[in-house]
Each structure stands twice: as structure tokens, then as C-alpha cells.
């Protein structure tokens, strides 16, 4: 068997001490974790950004919002997104409005609040659905570096302690401990790397959401006051 052999990859991941390949072990995990998250997370923001879109070309065309309502409300899946938001506010608007007309003693600012405390709570639960995973994409991000580094120390030392019994140490008595142990830092790198970049990609996109989701909830509850 060759020196080259001896330092192939999967040789080294084999040869590492049980605690390093724990770790190795425990970072593979993590990073195909990372990886379904982050499909996950792109499918989820995409279709929120086309629900938006078809949204918002419905509500400022100009049509009635008795007749968006049953739309949006007809389908078999619940609303989402801005259709979510627009759901509870009409519903809740429509409800206090009808209450108001029986009840001499309830104001038409009374009927906007409830309104507007039904809108953020929707837009409360579409931000809890858009932010799901992104915390778990941020630690494995920010710890993974470090789990690696913790098996690359741990190797290297376990190689130096190899060497305390060797009367004279050679490069190639030295070489394969600490190559199984950076390969340790190696996978730890590859795990966090991509959920970095994921992470910031998703919030930002998210950040975008909240702004229009945000927006929208101003706009409509204007409309809404102009119409009660």
C-alpha cells in the first residue's frame, strides 16, 4: 500500500480515533439536516413570494372585497401569506362592523383596532412559518467550525502522544495523525459554510416578506376605514 493510499480521504476518516470520528459523524448528520432545511426553506420562501405576487394583482385590480374574500377563503387550502393576513382583517372588520350596528356604544375606531389586532396576529403566524429552520441553519453556521476544531485537537493530540514513545519522529510518522484530525476541521467547514450562506440568503428574503406583508397591513387598514 502506497503513502498516497494511506492518505486518500476515506482512509483517513477510518483510521481517526473513535472521539474524532464521533465528531465527523455528528457533523455529517448535521450538515444533511442543514441541506434538507435549506430546500425546505426554498420552496417555502419561493412559494410565498408567487402568493404575494398573485395576491397583491388581485387586491389592486380593483374589484370588490366581499368577492376577494370568498376567494380567497373558497379554496381547500387555508390562505396564506398576504391572502392570511387580508382573511382575518376583512373577517374580523365585517364581524365588528355588524356588532357595531347592534351596539350603539361601539366606535368605528374600536372596529379598526380589532381589526388591525387580527391582521398582526396572522402576520405573526406567516413570520413564525417564513422563520422555521433558520435558527438551526444559524447555529449549525456558527458551532460547527468549532466541533470540528474540538476533534481536530483531539487528534492532533492523541498523534503527539503516538510520538512520545517513537525515538525519532519523521514527517511521515506525523503526517497521517494530524491529516485525520484536520479532515475533522475539514467536514466541520463544509457543514457550516453552506448554512452560512443559506441563512443570510433566507433572512434577507424574509426581511423582504415582512416589509410588503407589513405594507399591505397599512394600506388595507386605510382602505378599511375609508369603506366603514
Known amino acids: 500500500m502506497t503513502v498516497a493510499n494511506d492518505m486518500s480521504f476515506l482512509t483517513l476518516i477510518i483510521g481517526a480515533s473513535l472521539p474524532v470520528q464521533l465528531v465527523m459523524c455528528i457533523l455529517l448528520i448535521t450538515s444533511l439536516f442543514s441541506w434538507w432545511y435549506i430546500f425546505i426553506k426554498v420552496a417555502t420562501i419561493k412559494r410565498a413570494e408567487t402568493e404575494s405576487e398573485e395576491f397583491e394583482s388581485k387586491f389592486w385590480s380593483g374589484g370588490d372585497l366581499n368577492k376577494l374574500y370568498e376567494a380567497v377563503t373558497s379554496g381547500r ?73 474540538f476533534g481536530t485537537v483531539w487528534g492532533i493530540m492523541n498523534a503527539f502522544r503516538g510520538l512520545s514513545s517513537v525515538a525519532q519522529a519523521t514527517l511521515s510518522q506525523v503526517a497521517p495523525g494530524i491529516a485525520e484530525a484536520l479532515v475533522a476541521t475539514a467536514i466541520g467547514l463544509f457543514a457550516a459554510i453552506p448554512a452560512v450562506i443559506a441563512y443570510n440568503r433566507f433572512a434577507s428574503k424574509v426581511d423582504r416578506l415582512s416589509v410588503r406583508y407589513e405594507s399591505f397591513m397599512e394600506e388595507f387598514t386605510n382602505i378599511l376605514q375609508r369603506k366603514s
Open 77 to 149: 387550502r387555508k390562505p396564506q401569506g398576504m391572502g392570511s393576513i387580508f382573511e382575518a382583517g376583512f373577517k374580523e372588520f365585517v364581524r365588528l362592523k355588524q356588532q357595531a350596528g347592534a351596539e350603539a356604544r361601539m366606535e368605528i375606531s374600536d372596529v379598526m383596532e380589532g381589526s388591525r389586532r387580527a391582521m398582526r396576529a396572522a402576520y405573526n403566524r406567516e413570520l413564525d412559518d417564513l422563520d422555521a429552520h433558520l435558527p438551526f441553519l444559524a447555529s449549525v453556521g456558527s458551532v460547527s467550525p468549532y466541533i470540528g476544531l
